[in-house]
T-cell receptor
Framework: DAKTTQPTSMDCAEGRAANLPCNHS???????VYWYRQIHSQGPQYIIH???NNETNEMASLIITEDRKSSTLILPHATLRDTAVYYC????????????FGTGTSLTVIP | GAGVSQSPSNKVTEKGKDVELRCDPI?????LYWYRQSLGQGLEFLIY????????KSGLPSDRFSAERTGGSVSTLTIQRTQQEDSAVYLC?????????????FGDGTRLSIL
């Protein structure tokens, strides 16, 4: 099963870009990279996902290296409401139907 | 549109009692998942339903745990003879299909406390 490695915590100044790295060196060719975040007492919130091309949506951008062994989630203009735990996930399970959530990165946006 | 809805949001019960947790997935989503999250831990997969296929029960921790999904929509997770180690947040998610390219959308969970 492909696992992920993320820094335990990061700080970011409000209004600046937050760049959250993730290593997934054992990812296989058909596994997608997903990003979620979780704010205390709420369920995980879907942010973005990708296979090998860079992706962008209204929340964030996802940059995946050419060898697919790592990726970076970019929040272009961080706000205080972006303070949360961010999870980088590679789908696992026999049919890709289970998510393995690690410990994630606790992002604190500082005023 | 409406997201995944779970009820109750909180449940406190005595050890040995049975509990039922409910999940209403997003309308039209054929895949439904149950996870649990213990304090400070990641998510633990429990069970997965996809359409009319037999559910993947590989994550259920014991035979005290069971789940059903009626009419391909609402799901109920039942825990019999609850134990203190069952205390956790139980999360439900749904997705449009069961493929690898389908994001799972989560509810806010049921916080279960066993006294």
């Amino acid at each position: 099963d492909a696992k992920t490695t993320q820094p335990t915590s990061m700080d970011c100044a409000e209004g600046r870009a937050a760049n959250l790295p993730c290593n997934h060196s054992t990812i296989s060719g058909n596994e997608y990279v997903y990003w979620y975040r979780q704010i205390h007492s709420q369920g995980p919130q879907y942010i973005i996902h990708g296979l090998k091309n860079n992706e962008t949506n209204e929340m964030a951008s996802l940059i995946i290296t050419e060898d697919r062994k790592s990726s970076t989630l970019i929040l272009p203009h961080a706000t205080l409401r972006d303070t949360a735990v961010y999870y980088c996930i590679v789908r696992v399970g026999n049919t890709g139907n289970q998510f393995y959530f690690g410990t994630g990165t606790s992002l604190t946006v500082i005023p | 549109g409406a997201g995944v809805s779970q009820s109750p949001s909180n449940k406190v019960t005595e050890k040995g009692k049975d509990v039922e947790l409910r999940c209403d997935p997003i309308s039209g989503h054929t895949a439904l998942y149950w996870y649990r999250q213990s304090l400070g831990q990641g998510l633990e997969f429990l069970i997965y339903f996809q359409g009319n296929s037999a559910p993947d029960k590989s994550g259920l921790p014991s035979d005290r745990f069971s789940a059903e999904r009626t009419g391909g929509s609402v799901s109920t997770l039942t825990i019999q003879r609850t134990q203190q180690e069952d205390s956790a947040v139980y999360l439900c998610a749904s997705s449009l299909g069961g493929g690898r390219n389908q994001p799972q959308h989560f509810g806010d969970g049921t916080r279960l406390s066993i006294l």
